[in-house]
């Protein structure tokens, strides 16, 4: 019997550096923790002031073993008050679980309080967000009243030279462009509304009972 062509091929192919484990470590998988509002606001507004999936920051951090074993260590057989605390289920790749439980077991410590902690040393970033939006607040209003100008210089164009006239043409055409970066531009600050109301300074504190090893 002739050999399958696609066989052939396959026998061919080299995955360099692409294991069987490392492609199933890439693995989406859910994962369900109890957190507090405050931390559950940062994963949000990181993920949005930073471009990225909620996957990746915990890629970021959950893949640090030697910060998270440091981490580890502070909160040994640790355990979290449960008051004030929403369940929250998040969506990583099955590596970042892994190495969270894996902290955790070692050290008897929660993930939960693994996980605010890690959340917790990304604050410096979220308060430099923080000024960084103010400041685009700022310019993003000038820039509105900057655009309203403009509409109303193309209307008054249009009034005194009418709309086939090439300076009414083209000052519509650079209108149209000025528009629409507006509205993306208007979509980008509605994404850092969150980042506005947050306040770093309420999420310092971890309420922890240590308890003695067996």
Same mark, same amino acid.
């Given at each position: 019997?002739?050999?399958?062509?696609?066989?052939?091929?396959?026998?061919?192919?080299?995955?360099?550096?692409?294991?069987?484990?490392?492609?199933?470590?890439?693995?989406?998988?859910?994962?369900?923790?109890?957190?507090?509002?405050?931390?559950?606001?940062?994963?949000?507004?990181?993920?949005?002031? @930073?471009? %990225?999936? *909620? =996957?990746?920051?915990?890629? $970021?951090?959950?893949?640090?073993?030697?910060?998270? +074993?440091?981490?580890?260590?502070?909160?040994?057989?640790?355990?979290?008050?449960?008051?004030?605390?929403?369940?929250?289920?998040?969506?990583?790749?099955?590596?970042?679980?892994?190495?969270?439980?894996?902290?955790?077991?070692?050290?008897?410590?929660?993930?939960?309080?693994?996980?605010?902690?890690?959340?917790?040393?990304? @604050?410096? %970033?979220? *308060? =430099?967000?923080?000024?960084? $939006?103010?400041?685009?607040?700022?310019?993003?209003? +000038?820039?509105?009243?900057?655009?309203?100008?403009?509409?109303?210089?193309?209307?008054?164009?249009?009034?005194?030279?009418?709309?086939?006239?090439?300076?009414?043409?083209?000052?519509?055409?650079?209108?149209?462009?000025?528009?629409?970066?507006?509205?993306?531009?208007?979509?980008?600050?509605?994404?850092?509304?969150?980042?506005?109301?947050?306040?770093?300074?309420?999420?310092?504190?971890?309420?922890?009972?240590?308890?003695?090893?067996?």
């Amino acid at each position: 019997m002739a050999k399958d062509p696609l066989s052939d091929l396959l026998d061919t192919i080299e995955f360099s550096g692409t294991s069987f484990d490392d492609l199933r470590g890439r693995q989406s998988v859910r994962a369900t923790f109890k957190l507090t509002n405050d931390c559950i606001e940062a994963i949000s507004i990181l993920a949005a002031q @930073l471009g %990225i999936k *909620q =996957k990746s920051l915990f890629d $970021h951090l959950f893949q640090d073993e030697e910060t998270l +074993k440091t981490i580890g260590r502070k909160v040994r057989n640790a355990r979290l008050q449960t008051a004030n605390r929403i369940q929250k289920t998040y969506v990583m790749s099955r590596t970042s679980l892994l190495s969270l439980e894996d902290i955790a077991n070692h050290f008897n410590a929660p993930r939960d309080a693994l996980i605010e902690i890690s959340v917790q040393r990304l @604050l410096p %970033i979220i *308060q =430099k967000e923080r000024r960084r $939006h103010a400041k685009r607040k700022a310019a993003f209003s +000038k820039i509105g009243a900057h655009l309203e100008q403009g509409r109303k210089l193309l209307k008054e164009a249009y009034s005194a030279l009418g709309e086939e006239d090439p300076i009414t043409d083209r000052l519509a055409a650079a209108m149209g462009m000025y528009e629409s970066a507006y509205k993306q531009m208007a979509g980008f600050m509605e994404k850092g509304k969150g980042i506005e109301a947050f306040e770093p300074d309420g999420f310092q504190k971890i309420d922890i009972v240590f308890e003695d090893a067996e």
